[in-house]
């Protein structure tokens, strides 16, 4: 199970740090993503860390979004600086191989609401 907390009002220009909470035997071993999907919009993919830390990042994430992982607490988070109107959207975490986790992961969190207002 995978539990998103952390999102928000905020103005632009400021920040927040999403958390994803895992839980289940194979947890330690996968790697975790963080996806957003705006109204209108598909949904993307943001970021993801693997079990030993290595992080990938979408081009247009890189620089203001930062993932990180707590292993002891089977946690994810996602910390976003300068975030901008654009960046509303409804956050979620995803969990699964590394192989596959950035595309078409098998295990979904709920989402947690973003909105940053002009």
């Known amino acids: 199970q995978l539990q998103a907390s952390g999102g928000g009002l905020v103005q632009a220009g400021g920040s927040l740090r999403l958390s994803c909470a895992a839980s289940g035997r194979a947890v330690g071993i996968l790697t975790m993503a963080w996806f957003r999907q705006a109204q209108g919009k598909e949904r993307e993919f943001v970021a993801a860390?693997?079990?030993?830390?290595?992080?990938y990042y979408a081009d247009s994430m890189k620089g203001r979004f930062t993932i990180s992982r707590d292993n002891a607490k089977n946690t994810a988070y996602l910390q976003m600086h300068s975030l901008k109107p654009e960046d509303t959207a409804i956050f979620f975490c995803?969990?699964?191989?590394?192989?596959?986790?950035?595309?078409?992961?098998?295990?979904w969190g709920q989402g947690t609401q973003v909105t940053v207002s002009s």
């Open positions: 995803a969990i699964d191989q590394v192989d596959r986790v950035m595309k078409d992961p098998r295990y």
């Open positions: 860390i693997t079990q030993s830390g290595y992080t």
